[in-house]
């Protein structure tokens, strides 16, 4: 009954390729996140989904991809993989709208380590 | 200037003493504020949310904030070695519509035997 699941747990795969992370949440939670976290621990958003809507878009290659289908999940398709792309992504949800400040706490997944060689 | 900066650490306390974890934001209006721990390898998992000023205390965790100073911090009492971990801050800023937590870069403790 984990709340939030991601898969795969790692990922190693050549430059060039194309990648899929998929990620799904039973907390009944509105709103779903991508975060990056670099080799320096910094944990960045990338996009977020409240409902199927995209809502948070940013600044970030457009080889990244999300979709959501549905509020419980959301998926992340990345092209042309770079070393750069190298990180630990997460997925997180939280009740976050509309509702206010007090919606905003997120819960994480246990992340993707990708590893682009 | 950063719009959530940490002292990255390591901080290091003996077991038993109190850790005291900084945080200071940019963003005058934000209102939301969050501490995560994350585990080496693992995910942020939160720990603390508050969001008046003044202090809100849960088990040995005490989160505290003083939004005139854009200040927040996390007290741990009785520093145990299994709260080893970085310990993220992050911020909710104001403003209306759907809004993005931002994120500090952590603060690394360690609590020695």
């Known amino acids: 009954d984990t709340a939030v699941s991601q898969t795969p747990k790692y990922l190693v795969t050549q430059m060039g390729n194309d990648k899929s992370i998929k990620c799904e949440q039973n907390?009944?939670?509105?709103?779903m996140y991508w975060y990056k976290q670099d080799s320096k621990k910094f944990l960045k958003i990338m996009f977020s989904?409240?409902?199927?809507?995209?809502?948070i878009n940013e600044t970030v290659p457009n080889r990244f991809s999300p979709k959501s289908p549905d509020k419980a999940h959301l998926n992340l398709h990345i092209n042309s993989l770079e070393l750069g792309d190298s990180a630990v992504y997460f997925c997180a949800s939280s009740q976050a709208g509309l509702a206010g400040p007090y919606s905003y706490e997120q819960y994480f997944g246990p992340g993707t380590r990708l590893t682009v060689t | 200037q950063k719009e959530v900066e940490q002292n990255s650490g390591p901080l290091s306390v003996p077991e038993g003493a109190i850790a005291s974890l900084n945080c200071t934001y940019s963003d005058r209006g934000s209102q939301s504020f969050f501490w995560y721990r994350q585990y080496s390898g693992k995910s942020p998992e939160l720990i603390m949310s508050?969001?008046?000023?003044g202090d809100k205390e849960d088990g040995r965790f005490t989160a505290q904030l003083n939004k005139a100073s854009q200040y927040v911090s996390l007290l741990i009492r009785d520093s145990q070695p299994s709260d080893s971990a970085t310990y993220l801050c992050a911020v909710l800023p104001f403003s209306g519509g759907y809004q993005k937590v931002t994120f500090g870069t952590g603060t690394k403790l360690q609590v020695i035997p």
């Open positions: 989904y409240n409902n199927k809507e995209l809502i």
């Open positions: 508050i969001y008046s000023n």
């Open positions: 907390l009944g939670h509105d709103t």
